[in-house]
């Protein structure tokens, strides 16, 4: 009961988050005359196949309602963040390759003007560099990066101008108001102590600091040049950063995932990162892509079982819950999904798009005429009530799947030839009678030989063989009873030797 707990305790801590994120919002905006609560619509739609895999295909709209307005004080019109992801299964490898676009509303003042960031990794080694350069005035910031499973590393550099007219009032307006802050802090050994001693306490003294300091390369009244330094390794001799993630799990139920991560960490074979941001479109794109193992989906599968069996070891026999055990002898594919995000912040509305998704789930019946009452039970109420939901009828180019709505159940609101649609469902676990009936396709070769005029040709064809066959037997054994006429013929009339003459 413990894990059911705490998963249902983990979903709903999202949840409750964004709530008092847009509840924080609303107490401090404009007063209001009228509320109209945020709202969400979603739709689920399940193509199940005649193999009886079952392809997920999701849906999300979100608005804030009237919250909205105090959204739209914070972000000014513009605000806009896409994102996309997709994975494709290559000869040797699995790729990911994902696209995120922060499309930024025109600043009042420019100051950026370009950001670039290029990144490699693979598991816990791997490296960067990060540019910024500004507009007036003309600064740059570099900063290199590199990371291993015993250590992280940071070196940044930055050349930055004073102006008094741009950055009035702080520590940048001039050479003074720098030496002031800098002496208070990269200056002040105390003051880095302190900043390193606040990440080891973050980490439960998991991680250690071992560097973090700065360096006043050189100042004059228009520009300074500072360097900047931090390491920080693992706590323990011997142990890894893998090692320290477990450690700080621990206590939230996180034990033997040390296993788990490094398996996951294995599955990675390489990642690729960009980013850019142009001053002059004021857009952030961030591009990746990740390669994995060319078996990735079976790897998954694997990792899935790993981490379910000790769950499920930790409930007595026959009392763990059916959806923990529907979801151990569930297969899943992820080599073919893929998905999408929108959010609009200065109009207050999102949307999320999930598809190719695809589960290998335990049916009951046979191979042509089964139900799937497992995943629509563990389905139950998660999509959130009032949810849109549609079953959809597979084909494989032979067969198709019939999707078949017995009495008693839900009727659905809707249906075409291959589909049934539930609008505003209210829980998925009613439809769980539902069957799926597997029957050749109209216009297949195996539907037509089994229709009846399919039937009535294969009669007539193999009448026409019958005869044939039965004609030339008869004209076989006729040709072995006919008699040769060479032998033992009487002499026409007339023909052969006449009487001998007469004797002198």
């Excluded at 705490?6 to 801590?13: C, S």
């Excluded at 509840?23 to 739609?45: E, W």
């Excluded at 560099?129 to 940044?156: E, G, H, M, R």
């Excluded at 949810?387 to 067969?399: A, K």
């Amino acid at each position: 009961m413990n894990v059911s707990r705490r998963d249902t305790a983990r979903f709903l801590a999202s949840g409750l988050m964004l709530l008092a994120l847009f509840s924080s919002i609303g107490l401090f905006g404009h007063g209001q005359t009228s509320l109209s609560l945020p709202s969400q619509q979603d739709s689920l739609a399940l193509t199940v196949k005649p193999d009886r895999s079952v392809e997920v295909a999701w849906n999300t709209t979100s608005s804030l309602g009237t919250l909205t307005q105090n959204v739209s004080s914070l972000f000014t019109p513009g605000y806009e963040i896409h994102s996309s992801s997709s994975f494709s299964q290559q000869s040797s490898s699995v790729v990911q390759t994902s696209t995120i676009q922060y499309q930024l509303p025109p600043p009042a003042v420019s100051i950026f003007d370009s950001i670039s960031l290029t990144a490699t990794q693979t598991g816990l080694t791997g490296s960067g560099l990060l540019t910024i350069t500004t507009n007036a005035p003309t600064s740059t910031i570099t900063a290199t990066f590199s990371t291993s499973p015993t250590q992280v590393k940071v070196n940044a550099t930055a050349q930055l101008h004073f102006s008094p007219a741009f950055f009035g009032g702080t520590f940048l307006a001039n050479q003074t108001a720098f030496q002031t802050e800098w002496n208070r802090t990269f200056g002040n050994v105390t003051w880095t102590d302190m900043i390193a001693s606040q990440i080891q306490n973050a980490t439960v003294h998991l991680v250690t600091v071992t560097a973090f300091n700065g360096t006043l390369t050189s100042i004059d009244t228009n520009q300074a040049t500072v360097s900047i330094g931090f390491v920080a390794v693992p706590s323990q001799p011997g142990t890894d950063f893998v090692t320290v993630l477990e450690n700080i799990l621990t206590p939230f139920g996180g034990i033997g995932f040390d296993a788990i991560i490094r398996s996951a960490l294995d599955l990675q074979t390489g990642e690729t990162m960009n980013l850019t941001y142009s001053g002059s479109t004021y857009t952030l794109n961030l591009q990746s892509t990740t390669t994995y193992v060319s078996d990735l989906d079976a790897q998954v599968n694997k990792l899935k079982t790993q981490y379910l069996q000790p769950l499920l070891a930790a409930f007595p026999a026959g009392t763990a819950p059916a959806s923990l055990v529907f979801l151990n002898a569930t297969s899943i594919t992820i080599s073919q999904m893929s998905t999408t995000s929108d959010l609009d912040l200065s109009a207050g509305t999102s949307s999320t798009s999930l598809k190719g998704l695809l589960l290998k789930p335990p049916t009951v019946g046979s191979n042509t005429n089964f139900t799937i009452p497992g995943l629509f039970q563990t389905l139950g109420k998660t999509p959130t009530p009032g949810v849109n939901f549609t079953l959809i009828g597979g084909s494989d180019g032979t067969n198709e799947v019939k999707i078949v709505v017995p009495a008693g159940i839900p009727q659905p609101s809707s249906t075409t030839s291959n589909s049934a649609t539930w609008t505003n469902l209210q829980d998925a676990s009613s439809l769980s009678a539902v069957e799926f009936r597997v029957q050749p396709l109209p216009n297949s070769l195996l539907a037509f030989l089994v229709s009846p005029v399919g039937i009535a040709i294969e009669a007539v064809v193999a009448i026409a063989i019958v005869v044939a066959v039965v004609l030339y037997l008869t004209r076989r054994s006729a040709a072995k009873n006919r008699l040769p006429m060479t032998s033992g013929l009487a002499p026409s009339p007339g023909l052969g030797p006449g009487p001998a003459p007469p004797s002198p």
